[in-house]
Nanobody, 120 residues
């Protein structure tokens, strides 16, 4: 079994910054891709940013230049640094991890979600 623990959400004013963290633990042989998704009320969940095991990153257009995804492989943790936040960034943010467990099985896990609210 694998657990993902997210932290770092909260309320911030427009233009402010937040840093999200997601730590994975448990039956992990190797972590492949890691990513952050978000879901706003009444909208579909969308991929915000992803990072591969090799460090390649991708972002949704709306956050390019403002958000940065990174990972610490030694800690099995992925981060999302969010700067210049806008009200439209308000959503529940979920981390997602694609990994291989010790039985050599591919697995995909979701974090519990953390609320990010951008408002004055």
């Amino acid at each position: 079994q694998v657990q993902l623990v997210e932290s770092g959400g909260g309320l911030v004013q427009p233009g402010g910054s937040l840093r999200l963290s997601c730590a994975a633990s448990g039956s992990i042989f190797s972590i492949n891709a890691m990513g952050w998704y978000r879901q706003a009320p009444g909208k579909q969940r969308e991929l915000v940013a992803g990072i591969t095991s090799g460090g390649n990153t991708n972002y949704v257009d709306s956050v390019k230049g403002r958000f940065t995804i990174s990972r610490d492989n030694a800690k099995n943790t992925v981060y999302l640094q969010m700067n210049s936040l806008k009200p439209e960034d308000t959503a529940v943010y979920y981390c997602n991890v694609a990994l291989t467990d010790w039985a050599n099985r591919p697995r995909n896990y979701w974090g519990q979600g953390t609320q990010v609210t951008v408002s004055s």
